[in-house]
């Protein structure tokens, strides 16, 4: 079965200073492996995805993501985080052969000025 | 004008009524999910659909029913709403390179 964990409910971080989002995964075979960012009131929005090839992914907005395989993990990356970075992410996880997207539970990001 | 609508954007009802969420798209993507939020949960999978004749049940199924009128709506239906069904519901949809493209969300409430 496939499954993802956001260990941290909320991240805090200063304008400025690089920030970390935490993502590990389960799943048979290669997975396929997704960022999206939700502000208020809106809609997920797409960041950025890994599927094959490089383990380091950029994607929107100047973040990125590393996919680790042997941990299992993809967390998401930004060198500057800005106050407008603060919103809701979901990392979310899909087995090369099925056609389900699991999300995990969310990390609030809050930056602070 | 969006790429995926849903409607209603907020509802509030009475349990053991019928309500229907609806969904429709301009992205010409043949791949449409319904996912229901709740606080602490994340989304949960309730139905996709690859095609008008290829409907598939999600995570949490049960309680619900779809319908894929045509290639560009799919709706999401409680034939007898109960309170544990109050959510955040969003219909997206997805481009053949994987990303989904959601909807602005439904909020329903059930009292």
């Known amino acids: 079965a496939q499954s993802v964990a956001q260990p941290e409910d909320q991240v805090n971080v200063a304008e400025g200073n690089p920030l970390t989002v935490k993502c590990t995964y389960s799943?048979?075979?290669?997975?396929?492996l997704f960022w999206y960012v939700q502000y208020p009131n809106r809609g997920l929005q797409f960041l950025l995805k890994?599927?094959?090839?490089?383990?380091l992914v950029k994607g929107s907005y100047g973040f990125e993501a590393e996919f680790n395989k042997s941990q299992t993990s993809f967390h998401l990356k930004k060198p500057s985080a800005l106050v407008s970075d603060s919103a809701l992410y979901f990392c979310?996880?899909?087995?090369?052969?099925?056609?389900?997207?699991?999300f995990g539970t969310g990390t609030r990001l809050q930056v602070f000025p | 004008d969006a790429d995926v609508t849903q409607t209603p954007r907020n509802r509030i009802t009475k349990t053991g009524k019928r309500i229907m969420l609806e969904c429709s798209q301009t992205?010409?993507?043949?791949?449409m999910y319904w996912y229901r939020q709740d606080p602490g949960l994340g989304l949960r999978l309730i139905y996709y659909?690859?095609?008008?004749?290829?409907?598939n049940k999600g995570e949490i199924s049960d309680g619900y029913s779809v319908s894929r009128q045509a290639q560009a709506k799919f709706s999401l239906s409680l034939e007898s709403a109960i309170p544990n069904q109050t959510a955040l519901y969003f219909c997206?949809?997805?481009?053949?390179?994987?990303?989904?493209?959601f909807g602005e969300g439904s909020r329903l409430t059930v009292l």
């Open positions: 997206a949809t997805r481009r053949n390179t994987g990303e989904l493209f």
């Open positions: 799943v048979s075979g290669n997975p396929y």
């Open positions: 890994y599927i094959t090839g490089d383990n």
């Open positions: 979310a996880v899909r087995a090369y052969n099925t056609d389900k997207l699991i």
């Open positions: 992205k010409g993507h043949d791949r």
């Open positions: 659909s690859f095609d008008v004749k290829d409907i």
